[in-house]
């Protein structure tokens, strides 16, 4: 099989296999710093096949609207563990210093995402304490109660991998930190996410 459509096969199967290698990983190890660097590792991998993924296959939003990132679903499973999303922006994209409330991996494919990195204080608020840049072959690990923000001004598409251990929309007790209020939040149900995920 050739062109788009046998393209389209080879990126299912190669989602299918890494998701298939994650799954075993914290099955064997469960979750700690070990286990997320060696997800992390494998969805490296993926990121690699830039021949699978390039920007017209996941296209960010059109410049001007509302938006300058989505997610492409690209793997979830029936009891929707083992969430893998395409992250694609183009222009300037922003959050609030936040967890997740599962363990996340973020790698690169192409373009640039800064993550600013933050831990708690004594008085309930957060502290910057670092940042780091997710490029093609970087990533990074998030413990469920780790912190970061994401400040993307991408001139180009950019695209990343985004793997939770539970998916977006079931994160009820995922919260930010709004620093104007100082206090915490909810964050709301993602609902811009586009279905990408195809049969082989």
């Known amino acids: 099989m050739t062109g788009q459509g046998g393209?389209?096969?080879?990126?299912v199967a190669a989602i299918a296999e890494v998701v298939g290698r994650v799954r075993a990983i914290e099955g064997r190890q469960g979750v700690s710093r070990e286990s997320l660097e060696a997800i992390r590792a494998v969805l490296l991998e993926l990121a690699a096949r830039h021949d699978l993924f390039q920007p017209e296959y996941f296209p960010p939003p059109t410049p001007?609207?509302?938006r300058?990132?989505?997610?492409?679903r690209l793997s979830e499973d029936d009891?929707?563990?083992f969430a893998l999303y395409a992250n694609a922006a183009l222009g300037r994209h922003a959050n609030a210093a936040h967890d997740h409330a599962t363990w996340a991996v973020?790698?690169?494919v192409y373009g640039e995402e800064l993550n600013r990195l933050y831990r708690r204080t004594d008085d309930g608020g957060i502290e910057e304490t670092g940042t780091a840049i997710v490029g093609p072959g970087t990533g990074l690990t998030f413990l469920p109660d780790e912190l970061h923000s994401l400040d993307i001004?991408?001139?180009?598409?950019m695209l990343n991998f985004h793997m939770y251990g539970l998916a977006l929309e079931q994160l009820s007790a995922r919260r930010y930190y709004s620093a104007g209020e100082?206090?915490?939040r909810h964050f709301p149900a993602r609902t811009d996410i586009r279905e990408a995920r195809l049969r082989a």
């Open 7 to 11: 393209r389209a096969a080879a990126r």
């Open 64 to 66: 001007g609207g509302p």
């Open 68 to 72: 300058q990132s989505c997610l492409y």
């Open 79 to 81: 009891d929707h563990r």
């Open 106 to 108: 973020i790698v690169g």
């Open 153 to 157: 001004d991408a001139r180009t598409p």
């Open 182 to 184: 100082r206090t915490w």
